[in-house]
């Protein structure tokens, strides 16, 4: 078997953890060391049917103001791309800046160049300080930026599913705007928090796999009414 080969590595800011990014001939891997794989460019189907469910919502609105947290490998940012118009305008907000290098490098064609479409701008620093600073700004609010409202990677992500960071979402979200908000498993307790904020909310249930095969991931569609 063709083995891994370690391309780079990088610092969680705030969590004195390593990121490793791996290849082995076209396949990509972001690990923690120890081999705890948090995406791999082989299983993405659930990161695509996040920006669908969303960007869905908001087809009829031409000039979409879309915010993502969370980089990753560029498939939720691609897929978003092809659900908004020409018009839209995509903000990707990435805590490590050399997760922003390596989809500019070696993992740029994995999801089709994202990262060079003209209306993408890239923010390097957490998705929780543009959701403070944005006021009814975004129609779609895509975060994938831990493993769900019961994080793995860095503990300061848990503010974005407290009642403090869902209301700041939700004050970022335009009238009628959707916050979807993918996770590993269900949180019951993470849906009535959604309710009790105000939003609308649908989980839907999307497979790993792209082959509509693989384990069963949760999203949440919140929706700002108007």
Same mark, same amino acid.
């Given at each position: 078997?063709?083995?891994?080969?370690?391309?780079?590595?990088?610092?969680?800011?705030?969590?004195?953890?390593?990121?490793?990014? /791996?290849?082995?001939?076209?396949?990509?891997? %972001?690990?923690f060391?120890?081999?705890? @794989?948090?995406?791999?460019?082989?299983v993405?189907?659930?990161e695509?049917?996040?920006?669908?469910?969303?960007c869905?919502?908001?087809r009829?609105v031409?000039?979409?103001?879309?915010?993502i947290?969370g980089?990753?490998?560029? =498939?939720?940012?691609?897929?978003?791309?092809?659900?908004?118009?020409?018009?839209?305008?995509?903000?990707?907000?990435?805590?490590v800046?050399?997760?922003?290098?390596?989809?500019?490098?070696?993992?740029?064609a994995?999801?089709?160049?994202?990262?060079?479409? @003209?209306r993408?701008?890239?923010?390097?620093?957490?998705?929780a300080?543009?959701?403070?600073?944005?006021?009814?700004? /975004?129609?779609? %609010?895509l975060?994938?930026?831990?493993?769900?409202?019961?994080?793995?990677?860095?503990?300061?992500?848990?503010?974005? /599913?407290t009642?403090t960071?869902? /209301?700041a979402?939700?004050?970022?979200?335009?009238?009628?705007?959707?916050?979807a908000?993918?996770?590993?498993?269900?949180d019951?307790? =993470?849906?009535?928090r959604?309710?009790?904020?105000?939003?609308?909310? @649908?989980?839907?249930?999307?497979?790993?796999?792209?082959n509509?095969?693989?384990?069963?991931h949760?999203?949440?569609?919140?929706?700002?009414?108007?």
């Amino acid at each position: 078997m063709t083995p891994w080969i370690l391309l780079d590595s990088a610092q969680v800011p705030g969590l004195g953890r390593e990121l490793r990014l /791996y290849q082995r001939g076209d396949e990509f891997s %972001i690990r923690f060391p120890g081999g705890n @794989e948090l995406m791999n460019s082989r299983v993405y189907g659930s990161e695509v049917a996040l920006a669908e469910l969303a960007c869905d919502r908001i087809r009829e609105v031409s000039q979409a103001n879309v915010l993502i947290g969370g980089l990753g490998m560029g =498939f939720t940012l691609a897929a978003a791309l092809r659900q908004v118009g020409p018009a839209a305008k995509v903000v990707v907000a990435e805590l490590v800046p050399e997760v922003v290098r390596w989809n500019q490098g070696p993992l740029s064609a994995v999801a089709g160049h994202p990262l060079k479409d @003209e209306r993408v701008c890239v923010r390097e620093g957490d998705v929780a300080t543009v959701l403070k600073a944005d006021h009814q700004t /975004y129609d779609v %609010i895509l975060l994938d930026v831990d493993n769900g409202p019961e994080g793995l990677t860095r503990k300061e992500n848990d503010w974005l /599913y407290t009642m403090t960071g869902l /209301y700041a979402a939700f004050d970022a979200l335009r009238a009628g705007g959707v916050l979807a908000v993918w996770s590993a498993g269900p949180d019951r307790q =993470f849906t009535d928090r959604l309710r009790r904020v105000g939003f609308d909310v @649908e989980e839907v249930r999307a497979r790993a796999g792209i082959n509509g095969k693989g384990a069963r991931h949760v999203i949440w569609l919140a929706v700002k009414a108007l």
